[in-house]
């Protein structure tokens, strides 16, 4: 599934997965003390997420239900960016993370046995 979602439609994805199925109004109250938004940008952009069909919207009460899980949006992110900037390997990507990143002993170990379960 190709999934993209812009930094702001993740944010309001991430108070629906939080809740289940939300009311927009609920939704605009939560974005205002979380994210500091107004009730305007907070609509606009659960009207995009319901254009890409990443939330439904069932009336009474203008209820956003999620139809995407996060976990379907983290591998497709992933997925991109593996493709974008390690043409699609993910040998490289490791490779990567390995030169640039000190990893513990313990880390280490977490990694090969999760390799090792493959």
Do not use: H
Request: charged letters at 35%.
């Amino acid at each position: 599934m190709n999934l993209k979602l812009f930094d702001s439609e993740m944010k309001v994805m991430e108070l629906i997965w939080a809740k289940g199925s939300v009311s927009a109004k609920e939704l605009s109250l939560l974005a205002a003390s979380e994210l500091e938004w107004n009730k305007n940008t907070t609509y606009t952009v659960i009207k995009k997420l319901v254009a890409k069909g990443y939330i439904r919207r069932d009336e009474p009460g203008f209820i956003c239900t999620p139809l995407i899980t996060k976990e379907e949006v983290r591998r497709a992110e992933t997925q991109g960016l593996i493709d974008r900037l390690f043409g699609g390997s993910k040998k490289a990507l490791f490779s990567a993370l390995l030169e640039d990143e000190k990893l513990s002993e313990k880390e280490l170990e977490e990694l090969r046995k999760l390799i090792d379960k493959r």
